[in-house]
């Protein structure tokens, strides 16, 4: 990308502040990890948390965020610092989705979306075990758990979802530059 997507101004504001807003607006408690080093922009009062290990992968980051909150939460809501399109009533029916379940994944056009998902607080133990064995996939975590895999059709059968994200941007990741040019202009 050339430079730090947290920074990266999205609609007057740097992508992670953006991100940061949209979570808060959900949760009680957020959580933002980053490596040991990383300079962030302002998180809007998110704990900041640090993996402590540098270029080690999403797995590692989500067992430290695991690690920071409540044990006692029902869920903790996953998501990347480059997802600018995150809506509150696609992370509620994930919630709703995955009652009974040990993580409640998005599987949009049969690609699962690991790092746009709920679990339960009690994954950590499996997570430190993956990351312990060396493994950095954060894919990993989901097979290895009991987890409700949710497609698009079950996330549109909701109608707060089918108007609030009818397209479902919320596990639209920016990843190139002309990714970013596209989510630019679309409205927020």
């Not at 959900?26 to 959580?31: K, S």
């Not at 998501?79 to 009533?89: E, K, L, M, N, Q």
């Not at 499996?126 to 954060?138: I, K, Q």
Request: with cysteine; glycine share 8%.
């Amino acid at each position: 990308m050339g430079e730090s997507k947290a920074f990266l101004d999205f609609d007057g504001e740097p992508l992670l502040s953006r991100v940061v807003g949209r979570v808060a607006a959900l949760a009680r408690d957020v959580v933002v990890v980053a490596q040991e080093d990383q300079p962030l922009p302002p998180c809007g009062g998110a704990r900041i948390v640090r993996d402590g290990v540098p270029d080690s992968g999403p797995l590692v980051g989500l067992v430290a965020g695991l690690e920071a909150i409540d044990p006692a939460s029902p869920w903790a809501f996953v998501c990347t610092t480059d997802a600018p399109w995150i809506h509150g009533a696609v992370v509620m029916r994930l919630a709703e989705r995955g009652e009974g379940f040990d993580a409640a994944v998005a599987s949009v056009d049969d690609k699962p979306h690991v790092l746009t998902a709920v679990y339960r607080p009690y994954a950590l133990a499996e997570a430190r075990a993956l990351v312990s064995r060396g493994e950095r996939r954060a894919s990993l975590l989901s097979e290895r758990l009991l987890t409700r895999y949710i497609t698009r059709v079950e996330l549109l059968a909701d109608e707060a979802v089918r108007l609030g994200d009818p397209e479902l941007l919320t596990f639209e990741n920016l990843n190139t530059p002309e990714d970013i040019l596209r989510a630019r202009r679309r409205r927020s």
